[in-house]
C-alpha cells in the first residue's frame, strides 16, 4: 500500500451514476476522483441504445434542469429522436432518443477529462477506509491509497457479477468486462445488507444479414425537442437513422418452449430477483402463454457499426438455441449474432439502508447512487449519481443535504421510492409513481427545478436569469389572454366553425376558448393580433398552464395538504421502541427507516394513520417539555 | 397511492354517547366548516355570518337543496377559543339516533372527513388547547381504538357488499392499467381504449354505486349494532345464557339467518346499546349434548367480534383449550363470565388475571340467577363511559364506508366529466384512481403497487 493522494471525494464507478456524481461534485469545486475498472467503459450503455422514454425522459430533463449532463451529451450523440404520447396529456409527453452508444461513451469521456478538478483513473477499488465512524479514504487492487472526506458508491452491475448464456456461465460484468469482486466483502463486513437482483440483454446483430424488407420502419420525429433546456432544435438538428419493427411467431415460441429447460432461470442457476418490466422471453412466453405474437424493436447500437439491438427478446438461453430462436423471425432468418443475449446476476444494496440524500445512515460520508441502490436504467442511475454527488458536496461542506420531494419530481419519487420501501426487483421508473405526475410534466421541469440548481451551484447566472425571463414572458401572457374578450366577429365564427367546436354567441374569454378540447394557444393567433411574438417554449406554458388550469389548481392543492406533513421533521435518534402507543411492526419499520419527517413516515409499508396520530402526539410532547 | 393523512382538513362525527335520550350532537371542525354547515343550513341568517358562540335555529336538509331531514339547533364556535382550537360547527338533532346518522351523512358530503376516534382531543392537543398530561390518554385512545375499528369495519362487510366493491375496484383497476400501461410503453400494440368504452364503464360503475348507496340506507337497522360472540366449552351454559338474555330483554329486534346454515345472528337492545350476538344457531343446536363450536370456529368469529363474552367452568381447572382462546381475544374488549360459582372452585383466578384484568372477570351461577345484573352493568360501562364510547365506535364502520363510496362515486362523477370533454386518457386514469383509492378504503385493500402490479399482469411488456 502507497499513499496516493488526498482528494476530497472519491467516486467508485464510471457508468451513468459514476459520471453525473463526478461531474457535480468537481463543479461544485471539490477535488474528486472517478475510478472505473476500465477506462473504456465510462458511460457504457451495455443494454438498450436509447436514452429517455415514458418516464425516464422526465428524468434526464429534470438532470439537466439541475446542472447534469446527461440531457447534453444525448442531444450531441443521438441518431433519432421522437416525443412520445403525444396524443396523451402534456404530463405524459416523454422525449426518447436512440444514442449512438460509441460516441455516447466518447462525448461523456471527453466532457470528464476537460471537467477542472476531475481526475479520472483506471483501477478497481478493494477497500473503504473508516477512522472515527467517517469515511476516510478509498485503497485501490494495486495498493494506491487515496484519503477523501466522502465517497459515493456507483459500481451498477459490477459487483460479483455473472453473466449467464445457457449453461454457459462467466464470472463477468456486463459485456465481458471485469467484474468488481472484492468490495462486496468489505460492504458486508462493515455491515451492510447486499441481496442479488437480475437483469438481461438481448442478442446484438450485424446489420447486414438481416432483411430489413420485411420490417416495418420507425422514424423519427420531423420537430425534434432537445433534452437540455440550453440547447435550441435547430442547434441539434440532423438527418435521423431509421429503426425497424418485426414480430415472434408461433414457431419462435415453439423452440423456446421446447428449451426452457436449458435456461438457468427456469432450471433454477439464476438465485437474482428479475425485474417484472424486463422479462426475458422465455418468461413472456410461459407468463403469456396465449399471446400469439410479440414485438421486436430492431435498433441501430450507433452510426459507425453495423451493430443492431433486438429489443423485446431479451434471453439466457444457451447459444445454439439463440440461433434458433431469432431465425425464426421474419427479417433474421439469416441473422448472424454478434453478440450473444444473456442474463446478468449482480450484488446490490436494500437501499432502505440510505437516507433521503443518498448517504448510509449508518456511515457518515459513504453515498451510494445508482443501479447499485437497486434501481434499474440509465437514467434512474443518473439521477441518483447527480444528487448523490451533490450531497457529498453538501456534507464536506456542512451544509443541509438537497432533497428533492415527491412533489418537486420523479428524481424525488425515486429516491423516496427507493429509500422508504426497498425493492424487491429493480426499480424502474413509471409516470404512474407519481401522484403529482401533472405537475411534474417534462416540459416544466426547468421552473420546477433550475432555481434548485442555481442555489446548489450547478445552474449558471445567465441560465437563471433566462429562466427568469422565460417566467415573466409566461406569466404576462397569461394575464394578458385572460383579459381579452373576443366577439363572434366573422373571423372568430369561421375558425370556430373550421375546428369543429360551438359557436360563441356574445362574448368569451380568449384563456376560455383556449380551454376547448378542439383548440389551443396556436391555432388561435389568427384571431388575437394584439398577441406578441413570443418562443415556442413559452407559448408552450401559456396553452398547458391555461388549458389545464383546473387540474393543475387541484393537485396544487393535494401537494400543499402533502408538504405540511413533510414539513413535520423527525429526529434521526429518534428510539421508536420508546414511544408508547406505537404498533410492534410501526416501532420496527420505523426503527429501520428512520424518516425524516412524517410524510416520508406515513410512506413507509406498515405505518399506519393511527401511528402517525401517535407520533405526532409524541412530538408535541416532546416540544412542550423543552 | 396511500390516502394522505391530513393534519387540519374538517373533520365531522356523531360527539354524543349512543343510546342516550332522543338528541343527538354532531360535531365539525376545521378551517372553513362553518362554511361548509351553510351548504346544508336553512336558517335566518347564514352561519358564516353569525358571532362567535351563538346557537342559530334551522334546519339541516340532505345535501344542498336536498330534502329536510331535521330541525336542529346549530352552535357555531370560531377559533381560537374552541376544544379543538379551530372552528367547530355542533349541530343538536332532535330526531333520535338514526337522524343524527343522516344529519352525519349530509355533513360529509359536503367535504367533511369521518373524524378518527379520538381526533377532536387529538387536535385540541395538537392545537396546544390540552394539558400535557392528557397526552398519554390521547394515545390510548387512538393506539387501541383506530386500528381496531378499521380492521372491525373491513370485517364487518357484508359479503355481499364485499364482493361488490371488490368487482367494481377489479373494473376500474383494469381500466386504469390499460391508460397507464400504453402511457408507459407506447411503442407497445396494446390499443387505447376508446372513449366510447371508458363512457361505458364508467356509466356502469355509477349506477352501481349508486344501487349501493341506496341499498346503505335501507340495510341501516339490520347492519347496527356491536357484533357479540359467546365463546367457551360445552356444557359451560353458553345457551343458558343467550336463552336469558333474549327472554330478559324481550327488545329482539328480528332474526336474520346468515349466509351458513349453521349461522343465525340475534340483535337486541341492551339499555340502547345495540347487539348483535353471532351464531346463536350454534349455541342452541349443540345445547347440552355435543359441541361445536371448536376452538378454530372460537377464534374466527372472536376475530370479527367487537365483544367477545367467554364463559369458564369455575369447578374446572383451567384447560390448555381456553389458555389458547384467552390469549387470543386478549386484544379484545373481553367479559369473562367464571359459571358455576355455586359449586366448588377449581379454576385458579390468579392464572386467569394472567390474561385478563380483574374488573373484567365476572362470577355468575346460571343455575341460580345470580350475577346477570353485573353482566348488564358491565356491558353498559364498557360502551357507554364518556367519552370512550361514542356512537362512532359502534357505527364508524357503516358510515366510514358509506363515506368512502360516496367519495367514489364523486370521482367516477368527475371521470365521466372528463370523458365527455375529451380530455386525454391520463386525466382520466387521475379521477380513475381517486375512485379506485376510496373504494380501497372499504375493502381495506391499498397498496402502493397494485396498479403496477396489475399493468405486468395484464400486459406483456419490456425490454
Redesign the interface.
Known amino acids: 500500500m502507497y499513499h496516493a493522494e488526498t482528494i476530497d471525494v472519491a467516486i467508485i464507478g464510471g457508468g451513468h451514476a459514476g459520471c453525473e456524481a463526478a461531474l457535480a461534485a468537481a463543479r461544485l469545486g471539490m477535488d474528486t476522483v472517478m475510478f472505473a475498472i476500465s477506462l473504456d467503459s465510462i458511460a457504457m450503455m451495455p443494454?438498450?441504445p436509447s436514452i429517455g422514454g415514458?418516464?425516464k425522459g422526465h428524468l434526464v430533463r429534470e438532470i439537466d434542469a439541475l446542472g447534469g449532463e446527461m440531457g447534453k451529451v444525448i442531444d450531441k450523440t443521438y441518431i433519432q429522436t421522437k416525443m412520445?404520447?403525444t396524443?396523451?396529456?402534456p404530463?405524459?409527453y416523454?422525449l426518447r432518443a436512440q444514442a449512438d452508444k460509441m460516441a455516447y461513451q466518447t462525448e461523456m469521456k471527453h466532457r470528464l477529462e476537460n471537467t477542472p478538478h476531475l481526475k479520472i483513473k483506471q483501477a478497481e477499488i478493494v477497500d473503504i477506509l473508516m477512522e472515527e465512524g467517517k469515511v476516510s479514504g478509498v485503497v485501490t487492487a494495486a495498493g494506491a491509497v487515496y484519503n477523501c472526506k466522502a465517497v459515493v458508491l456507483c459500481m451498477g452491475t459490477y459487483m460479483k457479477a455473472r453473466c449467464l448464456t445457457g449453461e454457459h456461465i462467466t464470472e463477468s460484468g456486463p459485456n465481458n468486462l471485469m467484474p468488481a469482486t472484492k468490495l462486496s466483502a468489505r460492504l458486508k463486513e462493515m455491515g451492510i445488507d447486499l441481496f442479488r437482483f437480475k437483469t438481461g440483454t438481448?442478442a446484438r446483430m450485424n446489420k447486414n444479414s438481416l432483411d430489413l424488407s420485411k420490417m416495418q420502419p420507425q422514424y423519427g420525429d420531423e420537430d425534434i425537442v432537445p433534452f437540455s433546456f440550453e440547447n435550441r432544435p435547430e442547434d441539434i438538428e440532423k438527418p435521423q437513422a431509421l429503426c425497424w419493427l418485426t414480430y415472434t411467431n408461433e414457431k419462435t415460441h415453439q423452440v423456446i418452449r421446447e428449451n426452457l429447460h436449458r435456461s438457468p432461470m427456469f432450471g433454477g442457476v439464476i438465485e437474482g430477483t428479475g425485474?417484472?418490466?424486463?422479462?426475458s422471453i422465455e418468461d413472456?412466453i410461459v407468463?403469456?402463454a396465449d399471446?400469439e405474437r410479440?414485438?421486436l424493436?430492431v435498433e441501430p447500437e450507433g452510426e459507425n457499426t453495423e451493430e443492431m439491438y433486438i429489443?423485446?427478446m431479451?434471453s439466457s438461453l444457451p447459444e445454439d438455441v439463440q440461433i434458433a430462436m431469432y431465425r425464426t423471425i421474419p427479417g433474421l432468418e439469416n441473422c448472424e449474432i454478434t453478440r450473444f443475449a444473456y442474463a446478468i446476476e449482480y450484488d446490490c444494496i436494500d437501499a432502505t439502508q440510505l437516507k433521503l440524500s443518498l448517504e448510509f445512515k449508518d456511515f457518515p460520508g459513504l453515498f451510494s447512487a445508482g443501479q447499485f441502490n437497486g434501481s434499474s436504467g440509465y437514467e434512474e442511475a443518473a439521477a441518483q449519481g447527480l444528487i448523490g454527488g451533490i450531497n457529498a458536496v453538501q456534507y464536506i461542506q456542512g451544509k443541509e443535504p438537497l432533497i428533492l420531494q415527491r412533489s418537486d419530481g420523479y428524481i424525488g419519487v425515486l429516491i423516496d421510492d427507493i429509500v422508504n420501501?426497498g425493492t424487491r426487483e429493480p426499480y424502474r421508473m413509471?409516470?404512474?409513481?407519481a401522484?403529482f405526475?401533472?405537475l411534474l410534466r417534462q416540459d416544466n421541469a426547468d421552473q420546477r427545478l433550475t432555481p434548485i440548481g442555481y442555489e446548489i451551484g450547478l445552474i449558471s447566472e445567465e441560465r437563471y436569469e433566462a429562466l427568469l425571463e422565460k417566467e415573466r414572458l409566461v406569466k404576462e401572457e397569461i394575464e394578458r389572454v385572460q383579459g381579452v374578450t373576443m366577439g363572434p366577429s366573422e373571423s372568430v365564427v369561421a375558425l370556430l366553425e373550421r375546428y369543429h367546436t360551438v359557436p360563441i354567441k356574445n362574448g368569451a374569454r380568449l384563456s376560455d376558448l383556449i380551454k376547448r378540447?378542439q383548440l389551443n394557444y396556436d391555432v388561435l393567433a389568427e384571431i388575437d393580433p394584439e398577441r406578441p411574438a413570443l418562443p415556442a417554449d413559452v407559448r408552450e406554458q401559456v396553452n398547458i398552464q391555461i388549458k389545464?388550469a383546473g387540474?393543475i389548481d387541484q393537485q396544487l392543492k393535494?401537494v400543499e395538504?402533502?408538504k405540511?406533513?413533510e414539513g413535520r421533521l423527525l429526529p434521526m435518534d429518534l428510539d421508536y421502541e420508546t414511544i408508547?402507543?406505537?404498533?410492534l411492526e410501526a416501532r420496527q419499520k420505523l426503527n429501520l427507516v428512520r424518516p425524516q419527517n412524517?410524510?416520508q413516515a406515513?410512506?413507509i409499508?406498515g405505518v399506519?394513520?393511527?401511528d402517525?396520530?401517535?407520533l405526532?402526539?409524541?412530538m408535541?410532547?416532546m416540544k412542550?417539555?423543552h | 397511492?396511500?390516502r394522505?393523512?391530513?393534519?387540519?382538513?374538517v373533520i365531522a362525527a356523531i360527539s354524543t354517547p349512543m343510546g342516550v335520550g332522543g338528541i343527538g350532537i354532531v360535531r365539525m371542525s376545521g378551517e372553513g366548516c362553518i362554511a361548509m354547515a351553510d351548504d346544508i343550513f336553512i336558517g335566518k341568517k347564514k352561519l358564516t355570518e353569525k358571532a362567535t358562540h351563538t346557537l342559530s335555529y334551522g334546519k339541516i336538509t340532505d345535501g344542498k337543496g336536498g330534502e329536510i331531514i331535521d330541525e336542529v339547533l346549530v352552535s357555531v364556535m370560531k377559533a381560537p377559543h374552541t376544544y379543538t382550537k379551530e372552528d367547530i360547527v355542533e349541530i343538536n338533532c332532535h330526531g333520535g339516533s338514526l337522524v343524527t346518522r343522516r344529519v352525519l351523512e349530509a355533513v360529509l358530503k359536503t367535504g367533511a372527513r369521518v373524524a378518527?376516534p379520538?381526533?377532536f382531543t387529538?387536535r385540541g392537543?395538537?392545537n396546544g388547547r390540552i394539558d400535557?398530561t392528557q397526552?398519554?390518554a390521547?394515545?390510548?385512545l387512538?393506539?387501541s381504538k383506530?386500528?381496531l375499528s378499521?380492521q372491525a369495519a373491513v370485517n364487518q362487510l357484508e359479503g355481499r357488499l364485499k364482493t361488490a366493491v371488490r368487482e367494481m375496484r377489479e373494473e376500474i383497476l383494469n381500466m386504469?392499467a390499460s391508460i397507464?400501461a400504453v402511457?408507459?410503453?407506447?411503442?407497445?400494440?396494446i390499443e387505447d381504449e376508446t372513449y366510447g368504452n371508458m363512457e361505458k364503464g364508467t356509466t356502469k360503475l355509477l349506477t352501481q354505486m349508486e344501487k349501493l348507496l341506496e341499498g346503505a340506507d335501507r340495510g341501516k337497522i339490520i347492519r347496527e349494532g356491536l357484533q357479540t360472540v359467546i365463546v367457551g366449552k360445552p356444557n359451560v351454559g353458553k345457551s343458558s345464557l343467550l336463552n336469558w338474555l333474549l327472554e330478559e330483554d324481550r327488545a329482539i329486534v328480528t332474526d336474520i339467518p346468515g349466509t351458513t346454515r349453521d349461522t343465525v345472528e340475534e340483535y337486541l337492545n341492551i339499555d340502547g346499546i345495540p347487539i348483535k350476538i353471532v351464531d346463536t344457531a350454534g349455541i342452541r343446536e349443540t345445547g347440552d349434548v355435543v359441541e361445536r363450536m371448536g376452538v378454530e370456529k372460537s377464534k374466527a368469529y372472536a376475530e370479527n367480534a367487537d365483544l367477545v363474552i367467554m364463559m369458564l367452568d369455575g369447578s374446572r381447572p383451567l384447560e390448555e383449550e381456553d389458555k389458547e382462546i384467552l390469549s387470543f381475544i386478549k386484544e379484545k374488549k373481553t367479559i369473562i363470565l367464571l359459571n358455576k360459582v355455586d359449586l366448588e372452585q377449581k379454576l385458579s383466578l390468579e392464572e386467569l388475571e394472567s390474561f385478563v384484568p380483574k374488573e373484567q372477570i365476572l362470577f355468575i351461577s346460571v343455575k341460580e340467577n345470580q350475577g346477570f345484573d353485573m353482566l348488564i352493568d358491565a356491558l353498559k360501562n364498557m360502551f357507554l363511559d364518556g367519552h370512550t364510547a361514542t356512537a362512532e365506535d359502534a357505527l364508524l364502520g357503516n358510515t366510514r364506508h358509506k363515506d368512502a363510496l360516496y367519495r367514489a362515486k364523486e370521482a367516477m362523477e368527475h371521470c365521466l366529466e372528463t370523458i365527455t370533454?375529451?380530455?386525454?386518457?391520463?386525466?382520466i386514469?387521475?379521477d380513475l384512481q381517486d375512485a379506485n383509492r376510496a373504494l380501497g378504503e372499504i375493502t381495506g385493500d391499498t397498496s402502493?403497487e397494485e396498479?403496477?402490479d396489475r399493468?405486468?399482469t395484464k400486459f406483456?411488456?419490456?425490454?
Not at chain 1, 413509471?430 to 409513481?433: G, I, L, V
Not at chain 2, 394522505?4 to 382538513?9: A, F, G, P, V
Request: one cysteine or more; proline letters at 6%.
Open positions: 443494454c438498450n415514458s418516464s412520445l404520447n396524443g396523451k396529456g404530463a405524459v416523454s438481448p425485474p417484472r418490466y424486463c422479462p413472456k407468463r403469456f399471446k410479440h414485438q424493436f429489443q423485446g431479451s420501501k413509471m409516470t404512474s409513481r401522484e405526475r401533472l378540447p389545464y387540474y393535494q395538504q402533502f405540511k406533513l408508547q402507543g406505537l404498533r412524517l410524510g406515513s410512506r409499508t399506519s394513520p393511527a402517525i396520530s401517535v405526532l402526539i409524541y408535541e410532547q412542550r417539555k | 397511492m396511500k394522505e393523512y391530513m393534519l387540519d382538513d378518527e379520538g381526533e387529538k392537543f395538537l400535557l397526552a398519554e390521547v394515545i390510548d387512538i393506539h383506530t386500528e378499521r386504469i397507464e402511457i408507459d410503453y407506447p411503442d407497445y400494440d370533454m375529451r380530455m386525454p386518457e391520463d386525466f386514469s387521475m402502493d396498479i403496477i399493468i405486468f406483456c411488456l419490456g425490454k
